[in-house]
């Protein structure tokens, strides 16, 4: 009778651990919910478990900001992935949308961008749009990442909110993945993506991915009370 050599039975284990360790992680990671995380200082450090961070400077974001008009937004991730998609203007309206749906008064992109072409000046833009304070921000993921078990579609947002004087009011940053789960599309949402209707399973999963980093960093703005 032909005996296991016991190494090979070590090394056996071994890889059955480092797999499991690796499914278990993986599988925690997609029970929690990211958490809001008020900071001094946004961080761009990655952290196994996601969160939403964000700072506010609290004196100068009162009730009196009525309206966020979303200005640019950068794409700085060179990843191929999802190349069919325009994930600026996906971004910039799914923005528009939850943005709207908290009660802030939006200004036509359209308009946002004429008066960008003229000036790159934030106090001339919101003077012309009669509006109270512009989002800028920066996508620096947009990709689709392999991991032991399965694949997770990431989106991260780095966002900021200037006022009238150009202060920077409120900044915020998020990493939304798939493994992390997803939020429900609102009928806003779905409205603002409706240019996607023909989206394919995986882009579908983009889409949702957009969606809920938007949300959950709109969701850490000041409640704004509908007049």
Known sequence: ???????????????TAVCCTAVCALFLSSCQTPAKKKVA???????????VQYTIVEKKFGPDIKCIAV????????SEDFSELDKVELVRRTLVGNLFQRNFTQVPLATVDSHLNETANIKTLLNQT??????????????????VAASSTEVGLD???????????????HLATSRDGSLPFSPLSLLSGIFLAKANASDEVALQMVNAAVRRLVDTLPPQNEA
């Open 130 to 147: 009669a509006c109270d304070a512009l989002l800028t921000g920066e996508i620096y993921r947009f990709s689709n990442k392999s991991l």
């Open 41 to 51: 200082e946004i961080s761009a450090e990655e952290r196994l478990l996601s969160e």
């Open 159 to 173: 966002l900021a909110i200037a006022n009238t004087e150009g202060e920077i009011i409120w900044s915020g940053r």
């Open 1 to 15: 009778m032909k005996l296991f050599n016991p190494s090979t039975i070590r090394l056996v284990s071994k890889v």
């Open 71 to 78: 200005g640019k937004i950068e794409l700085s991730d060179d």
